[in-house]
T-cell receptor
Framework: GAGVSQSPSNKVTEKGKDVELRCDPI?????LYWYRQRLGQGLEFLIY????????KSGLPSDRFSAERTGESVSTLTIQRTQQEDSAVYLC??????????FGQGTRLTVV | GENVEQHPSTLSVQEGDSAVIKCTYS??????FPWYKQELGKGPQLIID?????GEKKDQRIAVTLNKTAKHFSLHITETQPEDSAVYFC???????????????FGQGTILTVHP
């Protein structure tokens, strides 16, 4: 595809359930980022993948959050035992390591 | 790690005026500085970027300046229009090694409102 694709665009889940968010980066992009954006707030870094290097997980807020990336392709962000404070827009971006990063439209997660 | 500070957090201008948003970064190894515009309900969109080997870059009504010595860079929007109203984010990319190589660190964002 032409851009970064995220799915689903919206997700409503019950507190305590697990959710999985998907990001399809631009083809060939070696770097992939996940950010969380609460309503009216800035971009909160979660995790960064770069090629075959170990990911930078320093932004994951708790052990309920995890992410995987298959080679230089799709990435999934998993949130276990969701809590209401997890409600936010989750944004994915991809880039070549020294070039511009492009964002997807995000997944709006609502935990009820 | 890299830290990026962005000011102001909100900016209100009249249509036709100029707007300036400033960012400072902490890691002298950073060498790439993009700016993003985020409209309501959308993902951030790249509007302009600059690399550390140049001091200024322009694209129509927007320009970015970089002062490597002082470790700060700024976004300048001239002849502002109501459609410029959005949240603007600056970022800095680390060029050094380790797990953070290539990682973008964002500022906190600036809400720009252009009044007709």
């Amino acid at each position: 595809g032409a851009g970064v694709s995220q799915s689903p665009s919206n997700k409503v889940t019950e507190k305590g359930k697990d959710v999985e968010l998907r990001c399809d980066p631009i083809s060939g992009h070696t770097a992939l980022y996940w950010y969380r954006q609460r309503l009216g707030q800035g971009l909160e870094f979660l995790i960064y993948f770069q090629g075959n290097s170990a990911p930078d997980k320093s932004g994951l807020p708790s052990d309920r959050f995890s992410a995987e990336r298959t080679g230089e392709s799709v990435s999934t962000l998993t949130i276990q035992r969701t809590q209401q404070e997890d409600s936010a827009v989750y944004l994915c971006a991809s880039s070549f390591v020294t070039a511009a990063a492009f964002f997807g439209q995000g997944t709006r997660l609502t935990v009820v | 790690g890299e830290n990026v500070e962005q000011h102001p957090s909100t900016l209100s201008v009249q249509e036709g005026d100029s707007a300036v948003i400033k960012c400072t970064y902490s890691d002298s190894a950073s060498n790439y500085f993009p700016w993003y515009k985020q409209e309501l309900g959308k993902g951030p969109q790249l509007i302009i970027d600059i690399r550390s080997n140049v001091g200024e870059k322009k694209d129509q009504r927007i320009a970015v300046t970089l002062n490597k010595t002082a470790k700060h860079f700024s976004l300048h929007i001239t002849e502002t229009q109501p459609e410029d109203s959005a949240v603007y984010f600056c970022a800095a990319r680390v060029a050094a090694g380790g797990t953070s190589y290539g990682k973008l660190t964002f500022g906190q964002g600036t809400i720009l409102t252009v009044h007709p």
